[in-house]
């Protein structure tokens, strides 16, 4: 009974305390990232420009040309040529078709997507199968004569992606599979890039990706490629890895749950999608951490200059149950 | 043969024709559910950023061409809502979930086990859990399948924005068919589910994902499968797609999978319970 003065100092530390603990996560951080940190920390990246970007001006006209221009010489296009192009417009891209090959180009990017709708996603009879270094050197070659005002220094491969078919038995009396699995390349997706200075582009943009049949036709490509203005904006410094790193770890702690990985680290240029228009392309961080085996990948940006994050869009107000 | 024979012949065929091609045209009901506060929804899964804006640009695209029953956010997001509502556990997928052609759901997932995904949006008092599970999913059900009682299930097409979705699993064991074959069987009008295998993401490089989907599905008329990779490559970042359909025949479960459109109708399988599977999935 004597000690009863003690209590309320004894409940202020618990709140203290547990307050503490919920609202402190353990911040991790993967091999992989810790390397690439301690990788860009080495180059000793001082000062970083940021580039302006020249609006893309939309035009019909410019837009039927270019597409005459693809159906008139792309490989892709080969089995429509000369064919009529029929052209449908949406508030994003105007698209040229003729048979199952189509044509987009964005209105606020001008960047362009060929496509034969006949083999994307699809495995098709193949006679003879390439392999992903075959896949890659036809990409290579397409992207030279298709884009030869893209210089190889420019545009730096990212990866082969593949894209799987496969099918299988089950029994649905035992709820088990059955017998074995029938499985194939459906298309192969080479992608680039930009490389801006010394730095990559990431994000959305400033990609091209060439789409191969399983036997190394190619069947279309993506292109992402915005100009850019005569000149640069400006250079400053960039806060420093380390520095970030510390930072991320501050913020991420404060977050509610247990544990966060951060398993993903980039730095570079932020390049919007093929539908936003951009004025200006500035260095960035992004991470992306999990919280968990059921999370999803957070993947969060920060401006490079400044280190903060940059916020999410304001969201819309979903819609009230009706009341039961 | 007179003119009229031809006449009658002609319409025959394209009668014929018209049953045989599994398509509706009419428009379909939309919905989408997402959480990114699961803070404030009573459960410890970490706060999102991005899920919300992913399941309103899916819908605000979609009901260009179809029909938008509900967009469901944070709190009023329920796990209820894929839980079968005749199971007498509180289940609301009557009449939310299960009571549209088309679903989006945005927000965290996880396997359980081989063989059960488990999805996580918020609990509410009538179901007071924090995820739902495909153990107690009962999805598209109709007339003479169980749980079909009191209301019959309309879901044709689901589309599950989170991680292990439609998990791949290992060659010669794969996870997808272990987890959604069940439920295919269980409801003759859902045919074919969208998702990833492993962890995707939640960013502003991905939540455009949902919109670029319902453009190129429901405005360009793509396949579902031709539209589903196309909006997952087409928007940053290392996200493996992955889809599942069902047949009773190896050729009509890869014809499902690799040919279906939102204007397809169900079952589109000659057979009952299907016992085909065919996936497509994102590698390297």
Known sequence: ?324 | MDKRFWRSFLAGVVAVGALSFPRDGSALDAGAESVEKYSSCGCSSGNLSYCNDQASMFMDKIDNWHTRKFWYKDSNAWNGDLVESELGTGGTDYPYGDNVHILLVSGHGGLSGTSVFNGYLCKHSGYNSCNFSTSNTYLGEVAGQSYAAAHTGKLRFLILCTCHSVEIGPAGDRTAPKVWMPVFGRGKNLMYVMGYTGTSVDGETTDEVGEDFASKAAGSGWTLKQAWFWAIEDWWADDTGAVISRGSSSAEAVNNRDSMKLSWGPPSSTGWPPSWWAISWHEG
Request: proline residues 5%; contains cysteine; charged residues 30%.
């Open chain 1, 1 to 324: 009974m004597k000690r009863i003065y003690l209590y309320p100092f004894i409940i202020v530390l618990s709140l203290a305390a547990g307050t503490n603990l919920a609202f402190s996560a353990s911040v991790q951080f993967t091999d992989e990232v810790l390397r690439s940190m301690e990788a860009l920390t080495s180059k000793r990246i001082g000062a970083v420009e940021s580039y302006q970007v020249q609006p893309y001006r939309f035009s019909r006209e410019s837009a039927r040309q270019r597409a005459d221009a693809v159906f008139g010489r792309n490989p892709v296009a080969v089995a429509v040529r000369g064919k009529e192009l029929s052209v449908s417009e949406s508030e994003e891209e105007i698209v040229f078709s003729s048979g199952k090959i189509e044509y987009r180009i964005a209105k606020a990017t001008g960047a362009e997507v060929l496509l034969d709708l006949d083999r994307y996603a699809v495995a098709g009879k193949v006679e003879k199968a390439v392999g992903e270094d075959d896949a890659r050197r036809i990409a290579a070659r397409y992207l030279q004569e298709t884009f030869p005002e893209i210089k190889p220094e420019q545009a730096a491969v990212t990866g082969v992606r593949k894209l799987m078919d496969g099918e299988g038995q089950y029994d649905p009396k035992k709820g088990v599979i059955v017998g074995s699995e029938i499985s194939r390349i459906a298309h192969y997706v080479v992608s680039y890039d930009r490389q801006l200075g010394k730095l990559p582009a990431i994000g959305s943009g400033e990609k091209i990706r060439i789409y191969l049949s399983p036997d190394g036709k190619v069947i279309g490509h993506s292109l992402v490629w915005r100009q850019f203005g005569s000149r640069r904006l400006f250079a400053r410094k960039v806060v420093p890895v380390e520095t970030f790193k510390s930072r991320l770890v501050r913020l991420l702690s404060e977050n509610k749950s247990e544990k966060i990985t951060v398993d993903r680290f980039y730095f570079g240029y932020f390049a919007d999608g093929r539908f936003s228009q951009q004025r200006s392309m500035s260095p960035c961080y992004i991470v992306g951490y999990t919280y968990g085996p059921y999370s999803k990948r957070v993947l969060q940006r920060f401006d490079a200059y400044t280190g903060e994050p940059v916020a999410p869009p304001q969201e819309k107000p979903g819609d009230h149950r009706p009341k039961e």
